[in-house]
């Protein structure tokens, strides 16, 4: 420990402390709504405010690296070669961490052409000479060499940079067997891989210490090393110039010329303002309070205090209890159900200023059931789950208001947060109590979940009163009762034949085999089909075929570099290749829905993934419903393994024509789209009369596909590269029948401008209903990162539009066939499926037209597309 007498200087190795907490922390979960990453800062601050708190320094500085040109690449260009890539996600960390030290008032030091562990061992020096005890803070072993008795090295452990492993010359000594100022020496023998500095091979630690201990120094060792028998003799006689080298460059300096007194790094109170400026960019509202108050201020009233509210003591109730618990129906109740086994276990329950839990039994479920089923508002976090138990309980789940999860997703749609305790700390500045699971005996509670409910309730109030309105409708008013809707599709599940899949399986299993047979006879002999390793092997080494794109791991073999290599090549191993390859992935989706069937009612129950995208879309899981290939041959034998249960009668689908054209029709308000559309005549074939110049009736199959792929290209940003390449056509071709659709469809073209422009202007894209997506890329100086933005900014009005009418129809059917039998099964891509029972048909019809056409009011009508039959391929319409 430092002496209390002495003052104690901190030095800090920013880069590495920061790069270690960058790993050490998830990289999703800190993210600012520019779209920022911020692990690295966050960790780095978290545990620099610890080091304040426990090690009490007087005096304080940070140390960075300039850039890598230093004095030891000039010596050794291949210092430090080889490592990997700087993480996309660590770009830009350090500038806004040295922003925030210095809103501290921490002195920030850096040296062109030094390392910062020169500037530690400098300022090292001078605290000691001048009677500090010395706190270095560093991830490179290198720093060891600086311990003596007034300097100690702190180290991050295995645990990462919370926990800090203290090396004074005792622990140095118990640890490497030599004292500190030799460490440099060992490090020279063995090398550092990090450094890119290789040692003499088979000599490690052990064997370097055993010479040290044996010569009493580096320089004896060499001296001596024609005496030193055997191959690592041999190998060190061959290898002395890089051990020479290696000791040249490890040695830090300590003497050179750091613009800075020591007095000048007293540890002074922080730049409140400054402090809070640049910790809102970041968004660190919990670390604010603890910064302030590390840093000898006061936390901003009102503002993240260091003391959180705690939550209130928990009430056990009863049945008859808890009943009466509920006696004001406007009043928001959070609920937390624990569940085992798909079916609640405990419920937690609270209001702003109490929390009550109650063991689940008969009793409490007669109990509750009435309020659940009621208008009465409720707020849970990650509810789907929670209110698929009570529907599996035979309690009715109605009046959500809020779910905290889906409201920080739909807030924060690029990088949402993933649980409660992250939502808490984001949006409450607080600490979710949590209990650490590799402790035996934890020293720390969790919450109860009673308590959950408590900080579900706060922190969905939290983050809804931060949405702009139209987020705040999009979350209320449409995720809300989507959600509902999910949840019963989701218990309701849909009848899958596994006969029908295994036999389809095998098919596709013998199909396989039979390719693979043809493949081999076109090279000689068996290989893995499935091994990028191997195949990269056949493809450019044996048949010299052109390389494809470089990888770390070779010349790409994914599916559509091979698809353009068949193309260019016409080999015909590439097309048993991908032949087989499409069988193979066509039995694993097989297998995959054919193991998802339930054995206790051969139902297979998907998860609707509600906060999956960006856009608004849905997606699935477990299986994952929308890879189902689409109008293909396979694709119709998979379909019709989907069958009508026992009890119903058939299966009612129904589908959005051409959504996303007639939601662009609507945005750019073009009169010939527009147009087309209102006279119900077919879109394609109009455009393609309007391209090429011909009558409608002229537009050939070929004409019609190739404006058919334009015009949904152009709601991608597609270009004429890309068009070219998809219609298998020149590019100078593709790029005048874009020339001749913007011509004639000016508007389209203006509002595909002007909606790129507006969201760089405002930062995010909007939809029809108020959905936004954020897009900080499209101010980005990376062109390629700026040009992916431009391209998604086209596109997510128009699908997180189309996600949103899929929506607001989906949860209006399921409350209309709520007083019938019928049941909503299904949504995949603009696609709902229905269970209809008997006697309904013409009822659930009505129903869903009713709802899916009025689920927007467009400029054009919405066009919706139904059949029937007793199973999903039959019912195709």
């Given at each position: 420990?430092?002496?209390?007498?002495?003052?104690?200087?901190?030095?800090?190795?920013?880069?590495?402390?920061?790069?270690?907490?960058?790993?050490?922390?998830?990289?999703?979960?800190?993210?600012?709504?520019?779209?920022?990453?911020?692990?690295?800062?966050?960790?780095?601050?978290?545990?620099?405010?610890?080091?304040?708190?426990?090690?009490?320094?007087?005096?304080?500085?940070?140390?960075?690296?300039?850039?890598?040109?230093?004095?030891?690449k000039e010596e050794y260009p291949d210092y430090k070669e080889g490592r990997d890539a700087t993480p996309a996600e660590f770009k830009g960390q350090i500038p806004l961490l040295k922003q925030a030290l210095e809103a501290m008032n921490i002195t920030v030091l850096e040296k062109d052409g030094f390392e910062a562990d020169d500037i530690l061992a400098t300022l090292a020096k001078r605290g000691s000479a001048a009677g500090y005890d010395v706190l270095v803070v560093s991830g490179d072993r290198d720093a060891i060499q600086l311990v003596n008795d007034e300097v100690t090295l702190l180290y991050p452990s295995v645990q990462g940079v919370s926990k800090l492993k203290r090396y004074d010359p005792a622990a140095v000594e118990e640890r490497y067997g030599i004292p500190p100022e030799q460490y440099p020496d060992v490090a020279a023998l063995v090398g550092e891989k990090a450094d890119n500095l290789?040692?003499?091979?088979?000599?490690?630690?052990?064997?370097?210490?055993?010479?040290?201990?044996?010569?009493?120094?580096?320089?004896?060792?060499?001296?001596?090393?024609?005496?030193?028998?055997?191959?690592?003799?041999?190998?060190?006689?061959?290898?002395?110039?890089?051990?020479?080298?290696?000791?040249?460059l490890n040695r830090l300096l300590d003497d050179i010329e750091v613009p800075v007194e020591l007095d000048q790094?007293?540890?002074?109170?922080?730049?409140?303002?400054?402090?809070?400026?640049?910790?809102?960019?970041?968004?660190?509202?919990?670390?604010?309070?603890?910064?302030?108050?590390?840093?000898?201020?006061?936390?901003?009233?009102?503002?993240?205090?260091?003391?959180?509210?705690?939550?209130?003591?928990?009430?056990?109730?009863?049945?008859?209890?808890?009943?009466?618990?509920?006696?004001?129906?406007?009043?928001?109740?959070?609920?937390?159900?624990?569940?085992?086994?798909?079916?609640?276990?405990?419920?937690?329950?609270?209001?702003?200023?109490?929390?009550?839990?109650?063991?689940?039994?008969?009793?409490?479920?007669?109990?509750?059931?009435?309020?659940?089923?009621?208008?009465?508002?409720?707020?849970?976090?990650?509810a789907k789950t929670q209110v698929k138990a009570l529907i599996r309980a035979g309690v009715e789940v109605r009046g959500l208001a809020n779910d905290a999860l889906i409201a920080g997703w739909v807030a924060r749609p690029a990088f949402p947060d993933k649980t409660l305790a992250h939502l808490v700390d984001r949006y409450l500045g607080e600490k979710l109590p949590e209990a650490d699971p590799a402790q035996l005996v934890p020293e720390t509670d969790g919450a109860t979940p009673g308590q959950l409910s408590w900080y579900a309730l706060r922190v969905a109030d939290a983050i809804t009163a931060e949405l702009p309105e139209g987020s705040r409708r999009i979350l209320l008013d449409i995720e809300m009762p989507t959600l509902l809707a999910l949840a019963d599709m989701e218990v309701a599940g849909v009848t899958v034949s596994h006969e029908k899949l295994s036999t389809f399986s095998a098919e596709l299993g013998d199909r396989a085999a039979g390719i693979a047979l043809f493949a081999y006879d076109e090279i000689g002999r068996e290989v893995n089909l499935g091994s990028p390793k191997q195949l990269q092997q056949v493809l450019f080494e044996e048949l010299e075929l052109p390389k494809t794109r470089k990888t770390k791991t070779g010349y790409t073999t994914d599916a559509a570099a091979l698809a353009d290599l068949q193309a260019k090549t016409g080999h015909p191993f590439l097309e048993h290749l991908l032949r087989h390859r499409e069988a193979t992935k066509l039995k694993q989706i097989i297998d995959g829905l054919d193991a998802a069937i339930s054995p206790d009612d051969a139902r297979v129950h998907t998860t609707y993934l509600q906060t999956g995208s960006q856009t608004g879309r849905l997606s699935s899981t477990?299986?994952?419903?929308?890879?189902?290939?689409?109008?293909?041959?396979?694709?119709?034998?998979?379909?019709?393994?989907?069958?009508?249960?026992?009890?119903?009668?058939?299966?009612?689908?129904?589908?959005?024509?051409?959504?996303?054209?007639?939601?662009?029709?609507?945005?750019?308000?073009?009169?010939?789209?527009?147009?087309?559309?209102?006279?119900?005549?077919?879109?394609?074939?109009?455009?393609?009369?309007?391209?090429?110049?011909?009558?409608?009736?002229?537009?050939?199959?070929?004409?019609?596909?190739?404006?058919?792929?334009?015009?949904?290209?152009?709601?991608?940003?597609?270009?004429?590269?890309?068009?070219?390449?998809?219609?298998?056509?020149?590019?100078?071709?593709?790029?005048?029948?874009?020339?001749?659709?913007?011509?004639?469809?000016?508007?389209?073209?203006?509002?595909?401008?002007?909606?790129?422009?507006?969201?760089?202007?405002?930062?995010?894209?909007?939809?029809?209903?108020?959905?936004?997506?954020?897009?900080?890329?499209?101010?980005?100086?990376?062109?390629?990162?700026?040009?992916?933005?431009?391209?998604?900014?086209?596109?997510?009005?128009?699908?997180?539009?189309?996600?949103?009418?899929?929506?607001?129809?989906?949860?209006?059917?399921?409350?209309?066939?709520?007083?019938?039998?019928?049941?909503?099964?299904?949504?995949?891509?603009d696609e709902v499926v229905v269970e209809v029972a008997p006697g309904e048909a013409d009822d659930v019809e009505r129903i869903v037209s009713d709802r899916m056409q009025g689920a927007a009011q467009l400029t054009v009508p919405l066009s919706v597309q139904m059949g029937h039959g007793r199973d999903w391929n039959d019912a195709a319409h």
């Open positions: 420990m430092t002496d209390p007498t002495k003052p104690t200087l901190l030095i800090v190795d920013g880069h590495s402390l920061a790069f270690r907490a960058f790993f050490a922390l998830p990289v999703d979960t800190f993210v600012n709504a520019q779209g920022q990453h911020t692990n690295g800062i966050h960790g780095f601050l978290s545990m620099f405010i610890n080091l304040l708190k426990n090690e009490k320094p007087t005096h304080v500085a940070v140390a960075f690296d300039v850039s890598d040109k230093t004095f030891r290789p040692g003499v091979p088979k000599v490690g630690e052990k064997t370097a210490v055993k010479w040290l201990t044996q010569f009493g120094s580096l320089d004896a060792i060499l001296a001596g090393a024609d005496g030193i028998k055997g191959v690592v003799g041999q190998n060190l006689r061959d290898h002395i110039d890089d051990v020479r080298r290696n000791r040249r790094l007293e540890l002074v109170a922080a730049d409140e303002k400054a402090v809070r400026d640049i910790f809102s960019e970041l968004e660190f509202r919990s670390l604010l309070g603890r910064v302030l108050t590390a840093m000898g201020g006061e936390a901003p009233a009102g503002e993240s205090a260091p003391e959180q509210p705690a939550a209130p003591a928990v009430e056990e109730l009863d049945a008859e209890t808890l009943a009466g618990w509920f006696a004001d129906p406007e009043r928001p109740v959070g609920v937390t159900v624990v569940i085992e086994g798909g079916l609640p276990v405990r419920l937690g329950l609270a209001t702003a200023d109490a929390a009550v839990e109650a063991a689940w039994s008969d009793e409490v479920r007669g109990a509750v059931a009435p309020w659940f089923a009621s208008d009465a508002p409720k707020v849970l976090c990650d477990d299986p994952n419903l929308q890879n189902i290939p689409v109008r293909t041959e396979e694709s119709k034998r998979i379909r019709a393994a989907f069958e009508v249960g026992a009890g119903f009668d058939t299966l009612l689908t129904a589908d959005y024509s051409q959504i996303e054209m007639r939601i662009m029709a609507h945005l750019s308000e073009d009169p010939g789209l527009v147009a087309a559309f209102n006279a119900g005549e077919d879109l394609h074939r109009f455009v393609g009369a309007q391209v090429f110049g011909v009558d409608p009736a002229d537009v050939t199959p070929e004409m019609r596909s190739k404006v058919k792929a334009m015009s949904y290209g152009l709601v991608y940003g597609l270009s004429a590269f890309g068009l070219a390449k998809q219609l298998g056509i020149e590019q100078k071709e593709a790029k005048q029948l874009m020339m001749g659709y913007f011509e004639r469809f000016g508007a389209v073209r203006d509002y595909l401008r002007a909606s790129v422009e507006k969201a760089k202007e405002a930062g995010y894209t909007e939809t029809i209903f108020g959905r936004r997506r954020p897009f900080p890329d499209l101010t980005s100086p990376n062109r390629v990162l700026r040009e992916n933005a431009e391209r998604a900014a086209l596109n997510a009005p128009i699908q997180g539009s189309a996600a949103d009418i899929m929506k607001i129809a989906l949860f209006g059917i399921a409350d209309d066939l709520r007083p019938l039998r019928s049941r909503l099964l299904l949504q995949i891509h």
